[in-house]
């Protein structure tokens, strides 16, 4: 026979109580923190989908703000690339003032005098910070002033004049990324934005002979370019020119020797890779890597093509030399290129804002998407959990009025 003891009354009533209290509590909590998940146990799927969507939704958010920074970025390139254009053009009428004959010498050293202190507000451009106190047009060396002055003397000057500027920045390779693999170029470089004319670089080393000694790499505007034992100058020419750098390379007919041409007006910047092979050492276009971004290229190179700080103090000393010929063909000629680059900069800072318009959209009509999704995974229904909540205190107070009834007499029953 089994005996049944007094007490599991009492522990199943415990039991039903502290279940009802659990529920109840859980109930407050999801409430209270306006989700139905509270921990994982609620919904293992669930949670699951909702950690995915929560992470996702974060990396749209630093999207969004990579985006605002790129286009803040871009608005403020363009007002600085606009004002250049704004001197730029002010320069142009002087020359063609300059070259119609009618002024005399010493009218054309007077206007040299202005065309001097507009070069010096275009260097100012040049090296100005941006909002966020880094340099707008040093690339990648965003805290290095990207132009430097050589200052000396000039035949017809009356003072001591800027002889030439020297590009000191780094390449634009910074980006921000505006969704998963996806990215937006930042910067526009000093060596793109103030150059005037697409630079050649010719070897006067004769190559037809030569091979790569040793496995290597060399850079051609920031891209790198793999060379192997054995490589030869064709070889290394059709290497180039498959890259992705805005260089087209070919082998000069007399000298028999590497020869660099930009697609487009900028700065040519060139590098071998430290350890290994010394290509363009060897082949005579570089005297060794930069140091400090100063110019590295051999002694024995012809290098061609100038910045639109070049083509100013040309058009500056023509009108000290009171030389209306020159002012007429190749100083108002410098001047139309220097402009002509700057609009296709322009447009291409215009360009890379209308892409970041577009991705801002894109990005604030995905947010609400995977918000909703979220919200599906993880959203508590109020009415639902309220109903649910007096419901559980409702069972909880009627095991409290069954137990008080059906529960034994106690010793305090009999000491009332």
């Given at each position: 026979m089994t005996r049944v003891s007094t007490n599991m009354p009492v522990t199943d009533v415990q039991f039903n109580l502290r279940r009802q209290e659990e529920r109840a509590a859980d109930i407050m909590k999801q409430i209270g923190q306006q989700t139905r998940i509270t921990s994982l146990r609620d919904d293992p799927i669930a949670a699951a989908h909702a950690v995915r969507y929560d992470s996702y939704l974060a990396r749209l958010n630093r999207f969004e703000e990579n985006v605002k920074y790129a286009q803040d970025h871009y608005n403020n390139t363009h007002d600085y690339l606009t004002s250049t254009t704004?001197?730029?053009?002010?320069?142009?009428?002087?020359?063609?003032?300059?070259?119609?004959g009618v002024y005399s010498g010493d009218d054309l050293k007077i206007m040299a005098v202005e065309v001097n202190e507009l070069l010096k507000e275009l260097v100012s451009l040049s090296n100005v910070l941006g909002p966020d106190t880094k340099q707008a047009f040093a690339g990648d060396k965003l805290f290095t002033q990207p132009f430097r002055l050589v200052e000396g003397t000039v035949e017809g000057g009356p003072e001591t004049l800027i002889?030439?500027?020297?590009?000191?920045?780094?390449?634009?390779?910074?980006?921000?990324?505006?969704?998963?693999?996806?990215?937006l170029e930042l910067d526009i470089s000093g060596g793109e934005a103030f150059w005037a004319e697409k630079m050649q670089v010719f070897s006067t080393v004769?190559?037809?002979?030569?091979?790569?000694?040793?496995?290597?790499?060399?850079?051609?505007?920031?891209?790198?370019?793999?060379?192997?034992?054995g490589d030869t100058l064709p070889s290394i020419v059709a290497k180039i020119n498959d890259s992705a750098a805005p260089v087209k390379a070919y082998i000069d007919i007399d000298s028999r020797g590497l020869v660099l041409e930009g697609t487009n007006a900028h700065l040519i910047r060139a590098e071998d890779k430290t350890g290994g092979a010394t290509v363009l050492r060897d082949l005579g276009i570089i005297a060794g890597n930069m140091h400090n971004n100063a110019p590295n290229w051999s002694p024995t190179a012809r290098v061609a093509g100038g910045s639109v700080f070049d083509m100013v103090i040309r058009l500056r000393d023509g009108m000290l030399r009171g030389d209306q010929d020159f002012i007429g063909s190749q100083g108002i000629a410098g001047i139309d290129l220097s402009i002509n680059n700057m609009a296709y900069r322009l447009a291409d800072v215009s360009s890379r804002y209308e892409?970041?318009?577009?991705a801002w959209l894109r990005i604030n009509q995905q947010i609400p998407n995977v918000t909703r999704m979220y919200d599906r995974e993880t959203g508590l229904d109020?009415?639902?959990?309220?109903?649910?909540?007096k419901m559980a205190q409702n069972a909880h107070q009627a095991i409290l009025a069954t137990a008080a009834k059906l529960l034994p007499p106690s010793l305090l029953n009999f000491l009332r």
């Amino acid at each position: 026979m089994t005996r049944v003891s007094t007490n599991m009354p009492v522990t199943d009533v415990q039991f039903n109580l502290r279940r009802q209290e659990e529920r109840a509590a859980d109930i407050m909590k999801q409430i209270g923190q306006q989700t139905r998940i509270t921990s994982l146990r609620d919904d293992p799927i669930a949670a699951a989908h909702a950690v995915r969507y929560d992470s996702y939704l974060a990396r749209l958010n630093r999207f969004e703000e990579n985006v605002k920074y790129a286009q803040d970025h871009y608005n403020n390139t363009h007002d600085y690339l606009t004002s250049t254009t704004d001197v730029l053009q002010r320069i142009r009428e002087l020359a063609v003032t300059a070259a119609n004959g009618v002024y005399s010498g010493d009218d054309l050293k007077i206007m040299a005098v202005e065309v001097n202190e507009l070069l010096k507000e275009l260097v100012s451009l040049s090296n100005v910070l941006g909002p966020d106190t880094k340099q707008a047009f040093a690339g990648d060396k965003l805290f290095t002033q990207p132009f430097r002055l050589v200052e000396g003397t000039v035949e017809g000057g009356p003072e001591t004049l800027i002889t030439r500027v020297e590009y000191r920045g780094a390449g634009a390779s910074r980006q921000v990324e505006i969704g998963d693999n996806m990215f937006l170029e930042l910067d526009i470089s000093g060596g793109e934005a103030f150059w005037a004319e697409k630079m050649q670089v010719f070897s006067t080393v004769d190559a037809t002979d030569y091979r790569v000694q040793e496995n290597g790499a060399f850079f051609i505007d920031g891209v790198e370019i793999s060379v192997a034992i054995g490589d030869t100058l064709p070889s290394i020419v059709a290497k180039i020119n498959d890259s992705a750098a805005p260089v087209k390379a070919y082998i000069d007919i007399d000298s028999r020797g590497l020869v660099l041409e930009g697609t487009n007006a900028h700065l040519i910047r060139a590098e071998d890779k430290t350890g290994g092979a010394t290509v363009l050492r060897d082949l005579g276009i570089i005297a060794g890597n930069m140091h400090n971004n100063a110019p590295n290229w051999s002694p024995t190179a012809r290098v061609a093509g100038g910045s639109v700080f070049d083509m100013v103090i040309r058009l500056r000393d023509g009108m000290l030399r009171g030389d209306q010929d020159f002012i007429g063909s190749q100083g108002i000629a410098g001047i139309d290129l220097s402009i002509n680059n700057m609009a296709y900069r322009l447009a291409d800072v215009s360009s890379r804002y209308e892409r970041a318009e577009f991705a801002w959209l894109r990005i604030n009509q995905q947010i609400p998407n995977v918000t909703r999704m979220y919200d599906r995974e993880t959203g508590l229904d109020m009415a639902t959990a309220i109903t649910d909540l007096k419901m559980a205190q409702n069972a909880h107070q009627a095991i409290l009025a069954t137990a008080a009834k059906l529960l034994p007499p106690s010793l305090l029953n009999f000491l009332r």
